[in-house]
């Protein structure tokens, strides 16, 4: 690797689920920290390799190497809960977690399960208007951190603190649960005591993640920049409202690490060769009939998390270009590119029309209106497999000229071709 590429950003191109967990895991061992800025255990991240398979949803993917250390950093919203389950299951599978390899910021967001009460049962008072999230409390826990009455990873270590915040803080979140949406209410005592055990239970991993991971990228280690969900997920550039609450985009890592834009060297973006969303929201390229079902079946796209079946449409060039323009990409990490093995015709949305003016971007102004055509170019199926193919050259020509096509339209070199979910079913170039 070039010397001078010392961190990278891994970040989901499309509405999340593109591969980030493999591309990060197969690129990792160059690297020393990984580190995940935003986000909680809404993720679900896939690590494959051999006969083993992992589901991460907290943890970054590089606890999978014994030799990485992982950061949760500040921008994250932690449930102290799932973290240690996940810890306890990855154990379980013989990965080796002690007090060095996994830290958390203690500037990180606490989930209580007032948070996930909430999230439930706004999404139920919704009806059709819901969002689709995987109800785990990530908005409102976003939303106590903005309000400034959050509980952060910090305060589960001084009772004083934790026990006046829950009080305050439940107080308020009872009565919205009661009396708007007649739901039950949490005892602040009970809360009190189980988080109070968190905190000694992850006493010995929480740090000042800011200064850790700065000392790191000062002493040269290699840094890299876990994302997760999609850039079409985040907060501000999304398809608002149907986004998750966080910046999912590049510029997340500045704020959810405490990382200065100067210290990342380069941004990978992870895109599948069609599209997927899960939950609620616009999908110009969704696909209704036997092709998306066909991409469904074929790419086995179901929730990692939630075991949702996932929404499914051709691939959407002005999505791409966006993400390219939002996080800087330097390279694109093609995946799944063997889902598309068995069509006869493979469509691209090149472009929207919108009121007669063709658009190359996404044309947020217009989602809200429904008022888009996506335009489509049409390539020819390869109709022969791809699955586990190794070097581009191997591919057939008709895959080589998709991939061509992307690469042209986004300006990102592709350098990284996926043909299955195992470690070892990729093309490096
Ligand atoms: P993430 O959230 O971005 O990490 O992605 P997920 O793990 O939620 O979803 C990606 C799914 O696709 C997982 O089941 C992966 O094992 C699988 N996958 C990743 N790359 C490929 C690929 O190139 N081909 C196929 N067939 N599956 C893949
Ligand atoms: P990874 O990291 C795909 C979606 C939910 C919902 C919206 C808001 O595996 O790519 P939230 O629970 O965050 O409030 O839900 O965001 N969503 C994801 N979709 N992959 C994810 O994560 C997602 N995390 C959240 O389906 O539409
Ligand atoms: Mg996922």
Redesign the pocket.
Known sequence: MNDKIQNVAVI?AQ????G?GKIVDLLCEEFDVVARYQ?GH????TVKFADKHFALRLIPSGIIHPDKICLLGNGMVIDPDALLEEMTNLRAHGIAIDDHNLLVSDAAHVILPYHRAL?LAREEAAGTGK??????G??PAYETKVGRYGIRIADLLDPDVLKQKIEFTCAEKNLVLSEIYKKDTFDPAKLFDDYLEYGRKLTPRITNGTVWINEQIRAGKRVMFEG???MM?DIDHGTYP????SSTIVGGVCTGLGVAPKHIHKVIGVAKAYTT?????AFPTELDDAHGEHLRKRGNEF???TGRPRRTGWLDLPVLRTATILNGIDELAITKLDVLDEFEEIRVCTAYNVRGKSWSTFPAFAVAHHDYQPEYRTFKGWKTSTVGITTFEDLPQAAKDYISFIVDETEARASIVSTGPRREETILR
């Not at 509405?15 to 593109?18: A, C, H, I, P």
């Not at 809404?42 to 991240?45: F, Q």
């Open positions: 989901g509405w999340g689920d593109e980030k986000g809404n993720a679900g991240h999230d969002i689709g999230t995987t109800g785990r990530i908005g997760a969900q999609g997920l149907f986004v998750t609450s969303r899960v939950g609620g929201g929730g990692t998390v």
